[in-house]
T-cell receptor
Framework: DAGVTQSPTHLIKTRGQHVTLRCSPI?????VSWYQQVLGQGPQFIFQ???????GRGNFPDRFSARQFPNYSSELNVNALLLGDSALYLC????????????FGPGTRLTVL | QKEVEQNSGPLSVPEGAIASLNCTYS??????FFWYRQYSGKSPELIMS????GDKEDGRFTAQLNKASQYVSLLIRDSQPSDSATYLC?????????FGKGTRLHILP
């Protein structure tokens, strides 16, 4: 069975640009969460989506937004990129919203120059 | 601010010995706790989840939870060089998962 997939694997952008990251959950999983991980830190929670609705939001600016599609895949959008947005962006899926066992995708490495 | 605290390490353990990783959390109402393993350059991989006080064993791994002390630990028996990685402790709080910074574990051959 395929695990969580994310695209692209690597991305280089310049300050002020916009980026869209994509995630497909494990088949049958309905909840997707997004995390940002900078070097030397644990993943920081950005969003959780379940049944196309936002169920949780972390302490990130409004430049960060996301959505979930009817097939449960998800996109994370970041506008007006800053140097500090350079990080590994991780998507995790779980069966249900209340199911906290989350399984991570390989991540997207974003570099902002 | 609710937090999960871990010693960043590195923790060096001889091959074949028991590695003990510790974690504390600040939210008294947290009910779900997780240990993830993360190899350098890779994404976190779920090792164990634990929800009740006491021990939970899975192969060479044992998770221990003490809610009164707000303490979670992970024991790795018969440590192998392939266990060298960063171990992330996580706790559910306010309907989201909070991660610690991770402990780097180095198994000495």
């Amino acid at each position: 069975d395929a695990g969580v997939t994310q695209s692209p694997t690597h991305l280089i952008k310049t300050r002020g640009q916009h980026v869209t990251l994509r995630c497909s959950p494990i088949s049958g999983h309905k909840s997707v969460s997004w995390y940002q991980q900078v070097l030397g830190q644990g993943p920081q929670f950005i969003f959780q989506y379940y049944e196309k609705e936002e169920r949780g939001r972390g302490n990130f600016p409004d430049r960060f937004s996301a959505r979930q599609f009817p097939n449960y895949s998800s996109e994370l959008n970041v506008n007006a990129l800053l140097l500090g947005d350079s990080a590994l962006y991780l998507c995790a899926s779980s069966l249900e919203w209340a199911d906290n066992e989350q399984f991570f995708g390989p991540g997207t490495r974003l570099t902002v120059l | 601010q609710k937090e999960v605290e871990q010693n960043s390490g590195p923790l060096s353990v001889p091959e074949g010995a028991i590695a003990s990783l510790n974690c504390t959390y600040s939210d008294r109402v947290s009910q779900s706790f997780f240990w993830y393993r993360q190899y350098s350059g890779k994404s976190p991989e779920l090792i164990m989840s634990i929800y009740s006080n006491g021990d939970k064993e899975d192969g060479r791994f044992t998770a221990q939870l003490n809610k009164a002390s707000q303490y979670v630990s992970l024991l790795i028996r018969d440590s192998q060089p392939s266990d060298s990685a960063t171990y992330l402790c996580a706790a559910e709080t306010d309907d989201k998962i909070i991660f610690g910074k991770g402990t780097r574990l180095h198994i000495l051959p």
